[in-house]
């Protein structure tokens, strides 16, 4: 046999006994599978490297809570009754927003009023979302049969950054732009540490559906080298099924 054929068979007889391995496992209950989905509000946390003066970081006052949706599948071992590990893979959605700004071309001196133009917008917003693969890996602890907390870390990938500017004018319509964020060098490999405490309130012999208030917060700036930086915090509440 030539070291190429070798180098197959062994690669065959690995693949066999991680199969074997993971059937008998599974016959034992030792994994489930899962999907999850977390509706959150996400919002970018200000660090200052020291560089900006504190009026100008000051400015960035005016941003507040993003709603955000991530989801990700999941593979969860049972190490003993109450110990649990679990991987997963999913998309994750971040960012922030500002509130709205009041829009006007000037002030009547005569009333002090702003000065309205009804084809012009009485209020701006622009929202900032941030795009990732995230790979989560945490450990879960059962309290009984149903409640649980989990603590873990994910390493996150990514791949997009966009913007949108909403206008709001006087008759109540609204004009969405969206774009490419190119406003800084935005970090490629970031991670985030994980917190969450919930239920199963569903057990059935072949699933079970949780839910869970969860917490992330990302240990870097989402920028590369930003003196105002943002670190991500997403609040929210993690609910799915595993089977």
Known sequence: INKRSKMKLTTV???LTLFTWIN??????????GFGVFPNFSLGVVTNDGSVPGEVESGYQGETWKPSMSANVFVEYKLNKNSIIGMGLGYQNNGERTQKIDLYLGIDPITGNPI??????????????????????????????????LIGTSSIINIANTYASIKY???????RTTG????????????????????DYLNADTLSLFVYPYFQYSFLGVSESASLNRNFLSIGISTGIRF
Do not use: W
């Open 13 to 15: 007889i690995l693949i």
């Open 24 to 33: 008998c496992q599974s016959q034992e209950n030792k994994f489930e599978l």
């Open 116 to 149: 309205i133009d009804p084809s012009f917008p009485t209020q701006a917003r622009f929202v900032y979302n941030h795009h990732n693969l995230e790979i989560p890996l945490y450990y879960r602890h059962m309290f009984g049969d149903r409640f649980f907390i």
């Open 169 to 175: 004018f006087s008759d109540e319509s609204k004009e």
């Open 180 to 199: 490419e964020d190119n406003s800084t060098e935005f970090r490629r490999f970031n991670f985030s540490g994980n917190f969450g405490f919930g239920l």
